[in-house]
C-alpha cells in the first residue's frame, strides 16, 4: 500500500529472522544474510493482514538490495582515533579531512545501519561523533573542519556553514538518542544542544530563515530544510531532558 494506508500494516513476521518496518509509504525487510538483488528479482508474500483484518497476497515489485554492512563498515573505517568520523578512511600516513556537516551525515547512516543489522559497533561510533563534535564546538556553537593525520587532527580556521552544521548535529543526536534511549548520555551532553541551537541562532533572522554564516549572507532552502528539522530534533531532545521551557521556545523556532 502506498500513503497513509501503509501505516495501517500491522508488519509481524512471526519466528522468521526477517525484520521488517514502515518508512512512510514503504515497508523494508531486513535479511539476516545477504539476499541477491537484481531488477527482476521479486518477494512473494502470503496472507499480510491489516490491523483490520484483511488480507493481502501477492508479489512485490522488482526490487535491489542495499548493502547495508559493507557501506557501514566504509564509515567505520573513516573513524579517526579521536571518535570523529573523517572524509575518508584513515589510512597509515594520508591526511585527515574531517567536516562535521557530513560526519554527521556519516552518523545518521550508522544509525540506520544499526537499525537494519542490529551491530551495536555502528551505535557506537555515531555516539563517538556526539562526543567528539559536542567537545570541539565553539562557544557561540559554531565548529570548524579539522585536519591532520590519522595520530591527530585540529581545527582549521574554516566552515562551509554554521547553520546546517549546528543543525546536523542536532539531528543526529535525536536520532542516536531515539536509537539508543540512552537518557544519561542526553543529560551527560545536553550543553551541546543548547550551544548547538546557539549556532544555528546565530545567523537567523527576523524572517526565520537562517544565513549560511556570518560572513556568508546566503539563505539557502537546503541549509534552512536541515535548519527546520534542527530546531525539531532540539526541541524533542530538551523535552525528554526535562527542560519543557526550551522545548517550547526550540519548537516556536521550527
Known amino acids: 500500500e502506498t500513503g ?36 527482476n528479482r521479486r518477494l512473494r508474500f502470503s496472507d499480510v493482514r491489516s490491523v483490520s483484518g484483511a488480507s493481502m497476497t501477492g508479489w512485490t515489485p522488482g526490487f535491489r538490495t542495499l548493502d547495508a554492512v559493507g557501506e557501514a563498515e566504509h564509515i567505520l573505517a573513516c573513524v579517526h582515533r579521536s571518535g570523529a568520523i573523517a572524509n575518508r578512511p584513515v589510512v597509515g600516513a ?73 543543525a546536523l548535529f542536532l539531528i543526529l543526536f535525536r536520532e542516536y538518542i531515539d536509537a539508543a534511549g540512552d537518557d544519561a548520555f542526553l543529560s551527560a551532553r545536553y550543553g551541546s544542544v543548547t550551544n548547538a541551537v546557539r549556532g544555528i541562532t546565530l545567523t537567523r533572522q527576523s524572517d526565520g530563515l537562517t544565513w549560511a554564516k556570518p560572513s556568508y549572507h546566503t539563505k539557502y532552502f537546503l541549509d534552512n530544510a536541515e535548519v527546520f528539522r534542527g530546531f525539531q530534533a532540539a526541541a524533542l531532545l530538551a523535552f525528554r531532558a526535562g527542560d519543557g521551557t526550551r522545548a517550547a521556545v526550540y519548537d516556536a523556532y521550527a
Open 94 to 166: 594520508a591526511a585527515v579531512a574531517v567536516q562535521p556537516y557530513f560526519a554527521c551525515i556519516a552518523g545518521r547512516g550508522l544509525i540506520r545501519a544499526y537499525f537494519m543489522t542490529g551491530e551495536a559497533r555502528y551505535l557506537a561510533a555515531a555516539r563517538g561523533q556526539i562526543v567528539w563534535q559536542a567537545g570541539q564546538m565553539n562557544p557561540n556553537g559554531t565548529i570548524f573542519d579539522f585536519a591532520g593525520t590519522a595520530a591527530s587532527i585540529s581545527a582549521t580556521t574554516n566552515h562551509d556553514s554554521t547553520d546546517s552544521y549546528a
Open 4 to 39: 497513509a494506508d501503509a501505516a495501517r500494516w500491522a508488519l509481524d513476521t512471526g519466528p522468521s529472522p526477517i525484520r521488517a518496518n514502515v518508512f512512510g509509504a514503504e515497508v523494508r525487510l531486513t535479511f539476516p544474510t545477504p539476499v541477491a538483488g537484481a531488477p
